[in-house]
């Protein structure tokens, strides 16, 4: 199933935006190895392995990969992959035997997915960090919040997983393909800084041409604007407003009472403050589901602000199922969709070993093979544990 059927991913566990990658790229239908570490199964977040989402769509193996035999099995399934993601700092892959010069020897075609905060090169390259320091460095945490108030931390979605996650899936995807015509491999080195860089190309576009405020909180998109921003209603619940072209903030105006209130041009960023508390005042005598009656599949751009236990539950998300419940958990459905080679969650997330001597087998080794790698204690088949 999926437009990736047949791909073969050989995934180096880590933590955030590599088993985020491996994740999608599984749920288009590739076959992703998950290799664990056998001195540190379970990496990031500790909470039973039903709700470790990101790992979905995969099996796992056990593997020490600092014993020599544990790290000659994965050369051998390297031998028969397409792709190899790992989430190490520079050069760790290489001193295990694991690097891209090692694994070219065995398969000239492999793309290397090398997953970092600060990239493999760089003055920091071999400093640890975090989503939070990586948007830092690149300006998106500077441009993120209120004016006059100290910065938003937007979860870890803009570098672990937008400038990781998604810019590790493209560029794999697209050195698989020059790879089909060279039939060369190449590394795919993915740093969360350069991707959440690339995220905010349009903003340094808009400071370069001076149509965007080096401060937070005084621009169209940052909460600056009266028509782009969030208010509270009667009930203390949230609703966004972004009518930000004239015909949509026209009628963002006529269904707030405020067509014939003698507002200034909706332009004129000064006046903005006065406005942005008018509309505070409006929004706060209705309650978020009145306006919802009033506004929502309207053209004002609008949507109630729902919680994670009220996202699943919207009529819109139900159409489309952007939400399934899979073993008792609710989580996000795949994305993008396909009009005829869909995509599909192949399988709950796996405890670590759970698969190993299965999708072993599947990737090539035979009866001599695993015994030789138990006997090494290169292995280990947790999948007792985890029942």
Known sequence: MGPLEGVRIVELAGIGPGPMACMLLADMGA?????DRLADAGLGVAMPDKYQLLNRSRKSVALDLKNP????????????ADALIEGFRP??????????EDCWARNPKLVYGRMTGWGQTGTLSHAAGHDMNYIALVGALHAIGRKGEAPVPPLNLVGDFGGGALYM?????AALLEAGRSGKGQVVDTAMTDGAASLMTIFYGMLGAGQWQDERGSNVLDTGSHFYDVYETSDGKHVSIASIEAKFYAEMLEKTGLKDAGLPDQW????????NAKMKEVFKTKTRDAWCEIMEGSDVCFAPILSLNE????????????????????????????????????????APGEHTEEALREWGFDDAGLDALREAGAIADMSQAAE
């Open 91 to 100: 050069g760790v892959t290489e001193r295990m035997g694991l690097g891209p």
């Open 31 to 35: 076959d992703v190895i998950k290799v």
């Open 311 to 350: 996202a699943p539950n919207h009529a819109h998300n139900r159409a489309r199922q952007t939400f399934v419940e899979i073993d008792g958990v609710v989580q996000p459905n795949v994305a993008p969709r396909f009009s005829r080679t869909e995509s599909a969650i192949q399988r709950p997330p796996a």
């Open 268 to 275: 004129d960023a000064k006046s903005w403050p006065e406005v």
């Open 169 to 173: 899936v493209v560029g794999l995807l």
């Open 69 to 80: 035999a544990g790290a000659e099995a994965v050369l051998k399934l390297v031998e028969s």
